[in-house]
């Protein structure tokens, strides 16, 4: 049963997407039953993949029974199973925002049977494309994955019709333009190599090091992959994406989209491409971005008044977190950039269901609309000040230990590229400061009447959000603390061994 729950892990969620469409044409009340039951069955799945990682080691499955480098492989170590179980997590979360969140952000026509089935089946068809990701070991398939994740998340940003429809369409230019430069440069590397696995990869590059068109192979997919993660200065999709996108699906848009494209990015500069010239000199690069992102995604996000948009800038500045740990490519970096990984996507995605509720039933964005609203849902806005507090870096936090373990990289580092990565770091947590507690101040210690009279006369009474769209805001905070709480066992169990200097990413692979 262990070697068989990579494939299940995978086409669950792809069955599935298939199947709820049909459901909800013909039972349109067990639809939603169907689309959670399907959710937690994912969950469970990954939940069992990470303990057997974490106890046995990794789990290998050839697809049809050929093993690689012939066939496909799905493969699952403590890291893989760790994006894993974060994405269908997740996916649980948006599932149930789907089902029982408001809908009045939206402006598209009234939901039909078959239109909220055709939702719920392009979320689990992201699901199903963004797993697939995080388990192949072949480049080709990782570009299969990619463009189903992205054709699902393309069909739910449009859901709510108006801006949504001009932010999907600027997120499928940018996304098709991604895509082709990591086929082009996977295209390279089967002329170079012959193979497309990634193992295969590995051992066959070294002979191939003095050709050309492998550091145009390593640029293109590099270029390709940082656009799909929205690393700066390739960001320009993500603001108006995660700001114009149905409440539900941002929520797990905002969270775990980008992130599994820079887990790919790390695999691929980080163990298939790491003993080539090119990709050493390309993670060099990218800690300058990742610098020059940090600070920019900082700066940009304190100048926003409307707090959607404010959240999406700063999701700019964690993504040049992340890409600074993956450039500096040490273990204690690698383990930074993934405990980021996971401390942002729980962080982030618990203020963009919480942002988005009050954004719909508020009638509004800006930071006026928050005023009173912790004295009316202080449970709620408890939780979105957890998710705050960790993304300015306060223990104790998911979001400080993250921040701890790439300072402590970044010092290890040395020399200039340490100092501007320390630096900028910090930075990054003043500047989420002065953001965060501007809006947090609205909340806890301003009335209604502190806005405009016209706001105050809008604002209607009540719940700040209805209480099912406070059961992901509140366990995903919960959630938050219990990963810093336990962030050494965790780390001991899943993350890299960086004590001993240097990152095992795939220290069982062949």
């Not at 993670?283 to 707090?307: C, D, F, K, N, T």
């Given at each position: 049963?262990r070697?068989l729950l990579?494939?299940l892990?995978v086409?669950?969620?792809?069955?599935?997407a298939a199947?709820?469409p049909l459901v909800a044409?013909l039972?349109r009340r067990?639809t939603?039953v169907?689309a959670?039951t399907l959710?937690a069955a994912i969950?469970?799945?990954?939940?069992?993949l990470?303990?057997?990682?974490?106890a046995?080691?990794?789990?290998?499955?050839?697809v049809?029974?050929?093993?690689?480098?012939?066939?496909?492989?799905l493969w699952?170590?403590g890291l893989s199973?760790l994006i894993a179980l974060?994405?269908a997590g997740?996916?649980?979360f948006a599932s149930?925002?789907?089902?029982?969140?408001p809908?009045?952000?939206?402006?598209a026509?009234?939901?039909t049977?078959l239109?909220?089935?055709?939702?719920?089946?392009?979320?689990?068809?992201l699901?199903g494309?963004l797993?697939?990701?995080?388990?192949?070991?072949?480049?080709?398939n990782?570009?299969?994955f990619?463009e189903?994740?992205s054709l699902?998340?393309?069909?739910l940003?449009?859901?709510g019709g108006?801006r949504?429809t001009?932010?999907?369409f600027?997120?499928?230019?940018a996304?098709t333009?991604?895509g082709?430069?990591?086929?082009?440069?996977v295209?390279?590397l089967?002329?170079l190599?012959?193979?497309l696995n990634?193992?295969?990869?590995?051992a066959r590059?070294?002979s191939?090091?003095?050709?050309?068109?492998l550091?145009?192979?390593v640029?293109?997919?590099?270029v390709g992959?940082s656009?799909k993660a929205?690393l700066?200065?390739l960001?320009g999709w993500?603001?108006d994406t995660y700001v114009y996108?149905?409440?539900?699906a941002?929520?797990?848009i905002?969270?775990?989209?980008?992130?599994?494209s820079?887990?790919?990015l790390?695999?691929?500069?980080?163990?298939v491409l790491a003993?080539t010239?090119?990709?050493?000199?390309?993670?060099?690069?990218?800690?300058?971005?990742g610098?020059a992102?940090?600070?920019?995604g900082?700066?940009?996000?304190?100048?926003?008044?409307?707090?959607t948009?404010?959240?999406?800038?700063?999701s700019?500045?964690a993504?040049?977190?992340?890409?600074i740990?993956v450039?500096m490519g040490s273990?204690?970096a690698?383990t930074g950039?993934?405990?980021?990984?996971?401390?942002?996507?729980?962080?982030?995605?618990c203020?963009?269901?919480?942002?988005?509720?009050?954004?719909?039933l508020e009638?509004?964005?800006?930071v006026?609309?928050?005023?009173?609203?912790?004295?009316r849902?202080?449970w709620t806005l408890?939780?979105?000040?957890?998710?705050a507090?960790s993304?300015?870096?306060?223990p104790?936090?998911a979001g400080?230990?993250?921040?701890?373990y790439?300072?402590s990289?970044?010092?290890?580092?040395g020399?200039?590229?340490?100092i501007?990565?320390?630096?900028a770091?910090i930075l990054?947590?003043?500047l989420?400061t002065?953001?965060f507690?501007?809006?947090?101040?609205?909340?806890?210690?301003?009335?209604?009447g502190?806005?405009p009279?016209?706001?105050?006369?809008r604002?209607p009474p009540?719940?700040v959000?209805?209480r099912?769209?406070?059961?992901p805001v509140?366990?995903l905070a919960?959630?938050?603390?219990?990963?810093g709480?336990?962030a050494r066992?965790?780390?001991?169990?899943?993350l890299?061994?960086?004590?001993s200097g240097?990152?095992?990413i795939s220290?069982?692979?062949?």
């Amino acid at each position: 049963m262990r070697e068989l729950l990579p494939g299940l892990l995978v086409a669950l969620p792809l069955v599935g997407a298939a199947l709820v469409p049909l459901v909800a044409a013909l039972f349109r009340r067990t639809t939603r039953v169907a689309a959670l039951t399907l959710h937690a069955a994912i969950f469970a799945a990954a939940l069992g993949l990470f303990w057997s990682a974490a106890a046995a080691g990794p789990i290998r499955y050839a697809v049809g029974g050929w093993p690689g480098p012939w066939g496909i492989e799905l493969w699952f170590d403590g890291l893989s199973t760790l994006i894993a179980l974060l994405v269908a997590g997740m996916a649980c979360f948006a599932s149930f925002a789907q089902t029982f969140g408001p809908d009045r952000d939206r402006t598209a026509p009234a939901s039909t049977p078959l239109r909220e089935g055709l939702l719920r089946g392009a979320l689990l068809l992201l699901v199903g494309g963004l797993l697939g990701i995080v388990a192949t070991r072949d480049v080709f398939n990782l570009f299969v994955f990619l463009e189903i994740s992205s054709l699902a998340a393309y069909t739910l940003v449009a859901s709510g019709g108006g801006r949504s429809t001009v932010a999907a369409f600027r997120y499928l230019l940018a996304g098709t333009a991604a895509g082709s430069l990591y086929l082009f440069g996977v295209g390279f590397l089967y002329a170079l190599t012959g193979t497309l696995n990634m193992d295969d990869l590995a051992a066959r590059l070294p002979s191939v090091e003095a050709d050309a068109a492998l550091t145009v192979a390593v640029v293109l997919i590099a270029v390709g992959l940082s656009i799909k993660a929205a690393l700066f200065p390739l960001h320009g999709w993500l603001p108006d994406t995660y700001v114009y996108t149905p409440t539900p699906a941002a929520g797990f848009i905002a969270a775990v989209m980008a992130k599994v494209s820079a887990y790919a990015l790390l695999r691929l500069l980080g163990e298939v491409l790491a003993g080539t010239t090119a990709g050493a000199v390309v993670l060099e690069i990218m800690i300058w971005l990742g610098v020059a992102g940090v600070v920019a995604g900082g700066v940009l996000a304190v100048a926003q008044r409307a707090v959607t948009r404010m959240l999406a800038w700063s999701s700019i500045s964690a993504m040049g977190m992340i890409l600074i740990g993956v450039g500096m490519g040490s273990a204690l970096a690698i383990t930074g950039a993934l405990f980021h990984m996971a401390a942002h996507a729980l962080a982030k995605g618990c203020l963009f269901f919480g942002a988005g509720g009050i954004r719909a039933l508020e009638d509004g964005d800006g930071v006026d609309r928050w005023a009173g609203l912790g004295s009316r849902a202080p449970w709620t806005l408890a939780a979105l000040t957890v998710a705050a507090l960790s993304m300015i870096g306060i223990p104790p936090t998911a979001g400080f230990f993250s921040k701890y373990y790439l300072l402590s990289a970044s010092i290890a580092a040395g020399g200039p590229a340490g100092i501007a990565a320390f630096a900028a770091i910090i930075l990054s947590s003043l500047l989420a400061t002065v953001y965060f507690l501007r809006v947090l101040e609205a909340a806890w210690f301003r009335t209604p009447g502190d806005a405009p009279e016209a706001d105050s006369e809008r604002r209607p009474p009540g719940p700040v959000l209805p209480r099912p769209l406070a059961v992901p805001v509140v366990g995903l905070a919960v959630l938050v603390l219990l990963t810093g709480i336990f962030a050494r066992p965790f780390e001991r169990h899943v993350l890299p061994d960086w004590e001993s200097g240097t990152a095992r990413i795939s220290a069982e692979a062949p």
